[in-house]
């Protein structure tokens, strides 16, 4: 669905009129459309500061200039900062937060990145220490609120010592034109799983097999896009009354279709046999598909609780205990779960859905060790408001509400969590394990 605001911001007759009302004009905001590029800095003016006593500077150079930056303040306008943090250790230091972001933030371009590493505090050396680590994530975030209004995105990696050499892929990823509706985010880079064997930056996933639950339409039918232009072979899955939506959306993108509910009692297992049959095995699940049944819990029927815990909960750890358990999932395979922004701030009406959607983080994080000893890495993505089926449906002023609550005051498209799913799937994105990332424009629920 259009957005109105949006519109009458580029109607030149109407927008002063808006602008008079104090109503948001979001920016609108820079969409990647093709697959990964291997330069994707090339062009931009990018600008790295560094903290004294810093360990990560080196490896954030490294990826920059992999990606074609070439680092010199020599523009009015910066597209790209990156900081390296990691030497904050006692309040002081917070000063070259201050003395880097100061005397710029006026220059950083509309659609700009900012991108944060920070040390990880379980390994900082006392409670001030890591306090003082800690403490760059509220700086971090209260700096992608004041730059939300431009589309600027502001993210953090909080980077262990011995996965410093791991940046590469959340540099380009954080950095890149991919990132669009991810915001305010701090996100783990550790050494939890082994290194894949190769890593490729374009074509990322050339001879990858996926399968995407619940791709007949929305964030689904993006994901699977997504990944199918990476150079996965995608398998989309979804119910049989979208069964005509799914064979359409497989045609376009060369995918197979896999009609089934996955609640069902042998779903996991004809989905084993699927894969192993046709691929051998599988090396990435997307477990997209979803429902909601809302009622405040007084009136909730039992089977609308019973329906969202089995799909959106019990479903998946079902599939996953049998692909893992029969090693159908693949070493180095990826797992990534559709949380949602209820799951971390519950929501009036949704009992049953924030329980299942907070669910997954735990399931994420309590899964991630296990898988790691063979390099498979599990993650969850929570949206928050994306322009789908699911918030077309909802009534227009907590639709328009919706929209606005967020630091870049729009919702997000099918796309920008696709990309944040497409990413994790990556073998680039090895040093992100037992996660949840929100895809959310920084939204204000849950923050
Ligand atoms: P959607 O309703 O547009 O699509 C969900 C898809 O899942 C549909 O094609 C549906 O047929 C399929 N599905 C439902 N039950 C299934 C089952 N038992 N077996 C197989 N397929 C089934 O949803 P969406 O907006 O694209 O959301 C995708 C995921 O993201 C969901 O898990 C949702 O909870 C989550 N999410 C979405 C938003 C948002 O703003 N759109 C926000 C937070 C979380």
Known sequence: MSDILMSLNRNRAIAPIVKALGLPNPVPLARAEGGYEAQPFAGKMVILGRSENGYAAEHLQAALENGSASLSDSGDNIDI???????CRAPSDYRVLYDSFHPVMRRIARNGRVFIAAPLPDEADGPVASAVA????GFSRALGKELGKKGIC???????RDAVSRLEGPV??????QTTYVSGQAVRVTSLAAKPDVLPWTQALKGKVALVTGSGRGIGMATAERLAQEGAQVVCLDIPSASDALHDTCIRIGAIPLVMDIAEAD????IAAFFKDRFGGLDIVVHNAGVTRDRTLANMKEHYWDMVVNVNLAAIAAIDDVLLSQQVLRDEGRIVCLSSISGISGN????????????????VAALAPQAAARAICANAVAPGFIETAMT?????????????LNSLLQGGKPRDAAELIAFLCTPGAFGISGQTIRVCGQGLMGA
């Open 81 to 87: 900062f990156v900081l390296d943090a990691t030497g």
């Open 134 to 137: 800690r403490g760059i994530e």
């Open 154 to 160: 502001v993210n953090l990696a909080y980077v262990a």
């Open 172 to 177: 380009r990823f954080f950095c890149g034109k």
């Open 267 to 270: 779903a996991p297992r004809r």
């Open 348 to 363: 009036i009406g949704q009992t049953n859905y924030a329980a299942s959607k907070a669910a997954l983080i735990g399931y």
């Open 392 to 404: 077309d449906a909802m009534p227009f002023i907590p639709r328009e509400v919706g929209r606005r």
